[in-house]
């Protein structure tokens, strides 16, 4: 949100001091700072949640795909160790989606909910701005018929223009003071707001965590049944990458 104030001719009286505009623009300024990284916020927490379900997504896709590998209808070893793996992979799909729906129900939603009242604001001092105005404009109007002669006519406008300043003043008044009040007690709640959101958030990554690392703990049970080491794999794979290579039909001319 941005605060422009409107242009005008300034009155000989200063009508709202300085220390009190500095502690209204310092005020608004942090709720500014707020709404945008509550609006960041928001947007990363909604990139983060649908980048993890497309993972997910993609891994039960990749093991369905082995599954359906014809080397599956040859080899029962390496049909149950891609059942093993498809099975894993859609529990954790299953879990991943779990985890999402209690984020975007704990944390997504509710940043949503409190970016929506930052509107609110935005015309509340927008109001305050045009009652400054206002005030600025019959105040030097009454300043204008004090320093004229004080003729009868003269007197009676500015009786009236005296008249017409009074509720604009108490408009312009309650309106500052309600901001000056109101503005900093909402930048403190949000951490009353925010915080039970973010502990959800802790919570469902420990819960989703905890349980991968059940599954995966129970797949490598299943499919590591000789013991072998990554070294000892990348060994193995190297040595049958050279018998394909010793083949005539994939041999350099």
């Given at each position: 949100m941005s605060w422009i104030p409107f242009k005008i001719g300034q009155p000989k009286k200063q009508i709202v001091s300085k220390t009190v505009e500095r502690d209204f623009e310092r005020e608004y300024e942090k709720l500014q700072k707020l709404e945008d990284q509550t609006k960041k916020l928001h947007k990363d927490m909604?990139?983060?949640?649908e980048a993890d379900l497309a993972m997910s997504k993609a891994a039960?896709?990749?093991?369905?795909?082995?599954?359906?590998?014809?080397?599956?209808?040859?080899?029962?070893?390496?049909?149950?160790?891609?059942?093993?793996?498809?099975?894993?992979?859609?529990?954790?799909?299953?879990?991943?989606?779990?985890?999402?729906?209690?984020?975007?129900?704990?944390?997504?939603d509710p940043l949503k909910k409190y970016s929506g009242v930052f509107p609110s604001l935005n015309m509340a001092v927008k109001r305050r701005e045009q009652a400054l105005q206002d005030y600025k404009r019959l105040q030097s109007k009454v300043e204008?018929?004090?320093?004229?002669?004080?003729?009868g006519p003269v007197m009676v406008k500015l009786h009236q223009a005296k008249e017409e300043l009074k509720p604009v003043k108490d408009d312009f008044e309650a309106k500052n003071k309600q901001l000056l009040d109101e503005m900093?007690?909402?930048?403190?709640?949000?951490?009353?707001?925010?915080q039970p959101s973010f502990e959800a958030l802790i919570r469902a990554q420990v819960v989703y965590f905890t349980e991968m690392y059940k599954v995966f703990s129970e797949l490598t049970d299943q499919i590591d049944q000789a013991g072998l080491t990554d070294e000892?794999?990348?060994?193995?794979?190297?040595?049958?990458?050279?018998?394909?290579?010793?083949?005539?039909?994939?041999?350099n001319d």
């Amino acid at each position: 949100m941005s605060w422009i104030p409107f242009k005008i001719g300034q009155p000989k009286k200063q009508i709202v001091s300085k220390t009190v505009e500095r502690d209204f623009e310092r005020e608004y300024e942090k709720l500014q700072k707020l709404e945008d990284q509550t609006k960041k916020l928001h947007k990363d927490m909604k990139k983060s949640t649908e980048a993890d379900l497309a993972m997910s997504k993609a891994a039960v896709k990749i093991s369905a795909d082995l599954l359906s590998n014809p080397l599956c209808e040859q080899d029962q070893a390496f049909l149950e160790s891609m059942t093993a793996l498809d099975t894993a992979m859609k529990r954790m799909d299953a879990f991943n989606q779990e985890k999402v729906n209690q984020i975007q129900k704990t944390v997504i939603d509710p940043l949503k909910k409190y970016s929506g009242v930052f509107p609110s604001l935005n015309m509340a001092v927008k109001r305050r701005e045009q009652a400054l105005q206002d005030y600025k404009r019959l105040q030097s109007k009454v300043e204008k018929y004090e320093e004229k002669e004080k003729t009868g006519p003269v007197m009676v406008k500015l009786h009236q223009a005296k008249e017409e300043l009074k509720p604009v003043k108490d408009d312009f008044e309650a309106k500052n003071k309600q901001l000056l009040d109101e503005m900093p007690k909402f930048y403190q709640s949000r951490i009353d707001y925010f915080q039970p959101s973010f502990e959800a958030l802790i919570r469902a990554q420990v819960v989703y965590f905890t349980e991968m690392y059940k599954v995966f703990s129970e797949l490598t049970d299943q499919i590591d049944q000789a013991g072998l080491t990554d070294e000892q794999r990348q060994r193995e794979t190297e040595a049958k990458l050279n018998e394909l290579r010793s083949l005539s039909i994939v041999a350099n001319d």
